[in-house]
């Protein structure tokens, strides 16, 4: 596989607007499922790993997804390549990082992944554009039942799907929103979210998911457990609080451009000064400057960029996709230098 050829793009659910998507960028529906009669990954031998490496791709591919899927074995992906995928959220920094034979299958247009022998022997991954819960989910328990009807899942009448995670037996179904809230970290207005998280069982985590910042004033909201909670349960709790997260942030927009416009614009059109002119650009400064810009865009500020373009820099602008692009290793100065300079490009005033 190509890393320069997925670089150049974003998937299509960060590409498509969807519904609220002006603050909520996806919604990722992941179930977490083993095999009947394997040890866990972490516990399991190095030949039988690769043996039912094998017999998992065969199974995901008997299951005529309707989605045709792509299969790699990461183990015989380059470093670069395995960065790549995380960066497109296709794979967890857990895959990369891990040890032995492990995969993902993944659709063309990236709304379905599956992960095999990563934490659990298959991990189902569905992404859909903006706060998508009810048909993220219908795709993913489709994906689930074509599968199941030739994997033979571990599972317990007491217990339900056996996860090595306690946290994830049941249903072993995770749910992730996630949001843009510039308006409500400006602000510093973010206690909200945490509170009402908090109350009903949720938790709040960066970018990449669990152990990462919130850079770019993006957050996902997500499940903690599923042990003794029903999918419906589980759904109807993210379905009720992300629309208060919405109707926040969209609050705290309204009184920006009433009430504090100057500072909105100030910040806007800064950013914007930024991205056109600077030589050197981290990707933490990229993407709190996009940040920026993509609030600019939502609020009419820069009605010549679509949100679309702007979310796609999000991804594009990353370290492992400006060298996929580069075609070699850089170093991390001449990352910064790169990433400046596709910035500018794009940025430039004639362009936009």
Not at 46 to 57: F, K
């Amino acid at each position: 596989m190509e890393s320069a050829d997925l670089a150049r793009h974003a998937g299509q659910w960060l590409r498509v607007p969807g519904p609220d998507s002006d603050v909520v960028l996806s919604t990722r529906i992941r179930l977490a499922r083993n095999v009947e009669g394997y040890a866990f990954p972490g516990r399991i031998a190095s030949a039988t790993r690769r043996e039912l490496e094998t017999q998992l791709r065969s199974w995901i591919e008997s299951a005529a997804l309707a989605d045709a899927v792509r299969y790699c074995n990461l183990l015989a992906l380059d470093d670069l390549t395995r960065q790549v995928l995380a960066e497109r959220h296709l794979v967890s920094r857990e895959l990369v990082n891990g040890d032995g034979d492990r995969g993902v299958s993944f659709a063309a247009s990236e709304f379905v992944s599956i992960m095999t022998n990563e934490e659990d022997h298959v991990r189902i991954q569905v992404i859909r554009s903006g706060q998508s819960l009810d048909e993220a989910m219908r795709h993913a328990v489709e994906v689930d039942r074509k599968l199941e009807g030739h994997i033979p899942y571990a599972w317990s009448e007491q217990y339900g799907y056996l996860t090595t995670c306690p946290t994830n037996v049941g249903t072993g179904l995770r749910i992730s929103v996630m949001m843009h809230v510039p308006a409500l970290v400006l602000m510093e207005q973010m206690d909200k979210v945490y509170q009402a998280a908090s109350k009903v069982g949720l938790t709040v985590r960066g970018f990449y998911g669990e152990g990462t910042k919130a850079i770019g004033d993006v957050i996902q909201i997500s499940n903690q457990q599923t042990l003794g909670r029903s999918e419906v349960k589980i759904l109807e709790t993210l379905g009720n609080i992300v629309p208060k997260i919405v109707e926040y942030e969209r609050g705290v927009r309204t009184h920006l451009v009433n009430e504090k416009r100057m500072v909105l614009e100030d910040r806007v059109w800064r950013s914007m000064g930024t991205l056109r002119y600077a030589r050197k650009l981290s990707s933490e400064e990229t993407l709190n400057l996009l940040s920026a810009v993509r609030l600019g865009v939502n609020l009419q500020l820069l009605p010549n960029l679509s949100v679309g373009e702007v979310n796609e820099l999000f991804v594009t602008t990353q370290p492992a996709h400006l060298q996929a692009q580069e075609g070699k290793r850089l170093e991390p100065e001449e990352r910064d230098v790169a990433r400046a300079t596709l910035l500018r490009e794009w940025f430039r005033p004639e362009s936009n």
